[in-house]
């Protein structure tokens, strides 16, 4: 268990930690305002990322990880293979409408292309697959390898305004690496099945639950940026953009925990009721001191932090950098109480129906503040939607009796 948390720890140390590594010499080579551009870019390729994905590394690995013969492994990667086509088709298709829609994504091509390529590629990698077979570390260590290459790159390719594209550029190629990597492990110890249509959409309408419930809970946690964009001048984006990326790599370190234990609470289910409430307790103990931390650390050191990490020219970024802190407790309740907790006790589509409202919440908010407040608009935004999340785990577990600190024996919740 100890190590399956230190490999999810390690995804997360490659996608947060490894790219901040960039941030101080990007944020000053770029300035705020073609700082904003890469950020809405970015921001809006994760969505494309996150459609491509599709949640498969929880319902395809669950697939695998009940297959008795080989011959099931091999279609449900030929499943996941052709799924991840189609959805990539789509998302070319959503970036083709982009840079007709939106006016700064037509005055910048070349930034557009890049930025969704690079975060396709990175879906591509069969992530899936390794931690289905119990190699979550493997999987870790591509990520890893191929995010860290790509943030070497920034230092030696990328030195004014007009290389932004190429940040994109690298890091498509290390994704790409990765992925070319990750595939022929796969594929030297299962037989390559050409993707059919059918099984296609089949293996897209399995696992239609799971993508909606990860994605809906990422989009507002993600995409902000390119919300924001819609909405307020490149300059201030940038200023946004600075504090969230500062803020998520710092409220990372509350996810993996209950990532990785999610599985051990869903087995610790079937075998004591009670024993899953303890560890569950645990868990929230344990977060919630570290959210509480964070969070007075970030809104004392707001003015400090921005200063050193970005630079003095966006010090209007510490407002938004205060506002933001205040999601990390919050981070913690919706990780423990509801990745860990409801989506162990099956109650996904309750989870579903809380994301979906959170996301409803975040768009609304966004477009009546951020008009009006810009990235300070928008960082209230993006606190209030956590909030609704808190709000909305709470009250499912109230009704269905299942608060951890209050339930007394195993009920009927089904």
């Known amino acids: ?105 037509h005055q910048h091509p070349l930034l557009l292309s890049a930025a969704v390529c690079a975060e396709v590629v990175r879906a591509l990698l069969p992530a899936f697959y390794f931690f289905g077979i119990r190699r979550v570390a ?6 890893i390898l191929s995010r860290f290459a790509a943030a070497l790159g920034v230092f030696f390719f990328v030195h004014d305004a ?13 994704g790409m690496l990765a992925c070319a990597l990750g595939t022929a492990m796969m594929y030297s110890r299962h037989r390559f099945l050409w993707p059919q249509l059918g099984r296609s959409v089949r293996t897209l309408r399995e696992g239609g639950g799971m993508f909606l419930f990860r994605s809906a809970y990422h989009i507002f946690s993600l995409g902000n940026a390119f919300i924001l964009g819609l909405f307020a001048p490149p300059q201030d984006v940038g200023y946004y953009a600075g504090a969230e990326k500062i803020n998520s790599a710092a409220v990372s370190v509350l996810s993996p925990l209950s ?16 024993k899953a409430v303890r560890l569950t307790k645990a868990s929230l103990y344990a977060m919630s001191a570290v959210g509480i931390a964070l969070m007075l650390f970030m809104w004392a050191a707001s ?23 205040l999601r990390a407790p919050m981070l913690a309740w919706t990780n423990v109480l509801g990745f860990q907790w409801l989506l162990a006790l099956g109650l996904e589509k309750s989870f579903q129906r809380i994301t979906m409202a959170a996301l409803v919440i975040n768009f609304s908010l966004a477009a009546f503040l951020a008009p009006r407040f810009s990235f300070i608009g928008m960082a209230w935004a993006v606190v209030a939607s956590h909030a609704a999340m808190v709000i909305g785990v709470y009250l499912v577990l ?6 951890p600190f209050t339930v007394s024996a195993q009920p009927s919740h089904a």
């Open 138 to 143: 493997l999987a870790s260590m591509l990520d």
């Open 398 to 403: 109230r009704r269905r009796k299942l608060n």
């Open 303 to 325: 003015h400090f932090v921005i200063g050193i990490i970005l630079g003095l020219k966006y010090q209007p970024a510490a407002a938004a950098f205060s506002i933001l802190s």
């Open 162 to 174: 007009k290389d932004a594209w190429k940040v994109f550029a690298l890091q498509g190629i290390g």
């Open 259 to 274: 990532t990785a234990l999610y599985p051990h609470s869903t087995a610790l289910l079937q075998e004591s009721f009670d």
């Open 1 to 105: 268990m100890l190590f399956d948390v230190g490999s999810v720890y390690g995804v997360q140390l490659g996608a947060y930690i490894i790219p901040l590594v960039t941030v101080p010499y990007l944020s000053r080579v770029l300035g705020p305002a073609s700082w904003g551009l890469l950020a809405m870019a970015q921001a809006f390729a994760l969505y494309g990322s996150l459609i491509v994905d599709y949640g498969f590394i929880f319902s395809a690995s669950r697939q695998i990880v009940s297959a008795t013969e080989d011959t099931e492994i091999e279609n449900v990667i030929a499943g996941v293979l052709g799924a991840k086509l189609l959805l990539a088709l789509a998302v070319a298709m959503s970036a083709w409408a982009a840079y007709y829609l939106v006016p700064l994504f």
